[in-house]
């Protein structure tokens, strides 16, 4: 049990080494999109370095007027 808590913690490590290496933390401004797409980045963790790129798109309803 404890070597797959390691596992997990590196793999979580090396998601967010790929979103700082592209950028992701940079910008203060933040929307659905951007957390969203940091989110999915750090969970695909060593896999960004086989050429996933995740992105996500999200429309926040806006209220009527």
Same mark, same amino acid.
Not at 19 to 43: H, L
Not at 44 to 60: D, E, F, M, S, T
């Given at each position: 049990?404890r070597i797959v808590s390691v596992l997990l913690v590196v793999w979580l490590v090396i998601g967010a080494l790929a979103a =700082?290496?592209?950028?992701?933390? %940079?910008?203060?401004? %933040?929307?659905? $999109?951007?957390? =969203?797409? @940091? $989110?999915?980045?750090? @969970? $695909? ?10 992105? @996500?798109?999200?429309? @926040?309803?806006?209220? =009527?007027?």
């Amino acid at each position: 049990m404890r070597i797959v808590s390691v596992l997990l913690v590196v793999w979580l490590v090396i998601g967010a080494l790929a979103a =700082s290496q592209r950028g992701y933390f %940079a910008s203060s401004k %933040a929307n659905c $999109a951007k957390v =969203s797409t @940091i $989110a999915v980045t750090v @969970i $695909a963790g060593p896999l960004n370095y086989a050429g996933v790129n995740p992105k @996500i798109q999200c429309v @926040i309803p806006q209220p =009527s007027k």
